[in-house]
């Protein structure tokens, strides 16, 4: 029966503590097999004006969005072809791999890559899953693409997963897998 107890300054939002005690309770679950009712986790607060680290008085800091709401919010800006908004979520030496090792390191060439491959995609997502590391956050999402094929044709149901390395806020890492080929040469 594991007891996990954290201490913060005061200041933290409820949704950053929630998130954090969220965190701590499925670490635990998964290394230490626990069943989620025997895991305990507190969360401890103390006054700014009794905490000192460097011998300097510290404040909380605010934390970046959660990494699954940077993901789906780059995604929408993306899919409305958005790329001002859409380049706020990347960091300077960010990178995408599509299927065929398709590499690019700016939108507006992976926006020209596709144009011949469609006229228009959509994502259906049908789960997130956050991986939280020490240095990065990564977010897999996946579900099915539906679109219009360059001849007018739609298309729906085609499987989709993506693989995002998020540092700071930021994405740094994208990995695309699909099914597009696929049910391209199946038309």
Do not use: H
Not at 99 to 112: N, Q
Request: contains cysteine.
């Amino acid at each position: 029966m594991p007891v996990i107890r954290v201490t913060l300054i005061e200041g933290y939002d409820e949704a950053v503590r929630d998130r954090l005690l969220e965190g701590y309770s499925a670490v635990t679950r998964t290394v230490l097999e626990a069943v989620p009712d025997g895991i305990t986790a507190v969360i401890e607060e103390v006054k700014a004006s009794n905490y000192r680290r460097g011998n300097q008085r510290k404040s909380p800091k605010a934390p970046p969005p959660p990494p699954e709401q940077i993901v789906r919010d780059y995604l929408a800006a993306m899919e409305c072809r958005d790329l001002a908004a859409a380049k706020a979520f990347l960091a300077p030496n960010f990178a995408m791999v599509f299927p065929g090792g398709a590499r690019f390191t700016k939108l507006e060439d992976l926006i020209e890559w596709a144009k011949p491959r469609y006229q228009r995609v959509g994502k259906v997502y049908e789960r997130f899953d956050t991986v939280p590391g020490m240095n990065d956050a990564v977010v897999y999402c996946y579900g099915v693409l539906e679109g219009i094929w360059p001849g007018g044709t739609a298309f729906a149901g085609v499987r989709f997963i993506d693989r995002f390395t998020i540092r700071g806020g930021l994405l740094v890492g994208q990995m695309v897998w699909n099914d597009l080929d696929a049910a391209k040469a199946a038309l």
